[in-house]
């Protein structure tokens, strides 16, 4: 079955420190792959995205994320958090024969404490 | 931002009500997607359009029905609401693989 899967429900980083998030999917081809952050209370925000060519993308805020097909996965980066990157990050994965419908990952909470 | 709007943007209701939520958009996007979104599962995939009146399920469709009469409306019913239906609502919208979501409506049901 296709699936999404982000290992780490909740995660806490210091200030100033790398921060990297998980991301595997299972997927017969090669999906539209994407992060989104959302911010307490707030809506869906686009990070970044992956279609194809350059498999290490950089997106907004900072954020990096590469793709790896030999491992199904599209981990994010930061070299360094502020703390107004505390929010809850999701992994979403797309088919163009499926409609584009997004599969999301259950989300990754980051916590940044001082 | 995507021109895409929801309303309501909260609601209360009580269990066996019918409910319908509104999704408007802007952009003349072809796609309309409806999604809920419930702590530890992400956002779920309720129904899609990929036209007016062209609309399919989604991975939770049960207990929901969807409509889409003009290009810019996607209509969101819930023919007899249960305590389950308690979620945020979120719409998006696309002309491809990219998604642009509205600001959601959180609704409660008692």
């Known amino acids: 079955a296709q699936s999404v899967t982000q290992p780490d429900i909740h995660i806490t980083v210091s200030e100033g420190a790398s921060l990297e998030l998980r991301c595997n999917y299972s997927y017969g081809a090669t999906p539209y792959l994407f992060w989104y952050v959302q911010s307490p209370g707030q809506g869906l925000q686009l990070l970044l995205k992956?279609?194809?060519?350059?498999?290490l993308v950089q997106g907004i805020k900072g954020f990096e994320a590469e793709f790896k097909r030999s491992q199904s996965s599209f981990n994010l980066r930061k070299p360094s958090v502020h703390w107004s990157d505390a929010a809850e990050y999701f992994c979403a994965v797309a088919l163009r024969s499926n409609d584009y419908k997004l599969s999301f990952g259950a989300g990754t909470t980051v916590t940044v404490r001082a | 931002d995507a021109g895409i709007t929801q309303s309501p943007r909260h609601k209360v209701t009580e269990t066996g009500t019918p409910v319908t939520l509104r999704c408007h958009q802007t952009?003349?996007?072809?796609?309309m997607y409806w999604y809920r979104q419930d702590p530890g599962h992400g956002l779920r995939l309720i129904h899609y359009s990929y036209g007016v009146k062209d609309t399919d399920k989604g991975e939770v469709s049960d207990g929901y029905s969807v409509s889409r009469s003009k290009t810019e409306d996607f209509l969101l019913t819930l023919e007899s609401a249960t305590s389950s239906q308690t979620s945020v609502y979120f719409c998006?919208?696309?002309?491809?693989?990219?998604?642009?979501f509205g600001p959601g409506t959180r609704l409660t049901v008692t």
């Open positions: 992956y279609f194809s060519g350059d498999t």
């Open positions: 998006a919208i696309s002309e491809g693989p990219e998604q642009y």
């Open positions: 952009e003349n996007h072809r796609y």
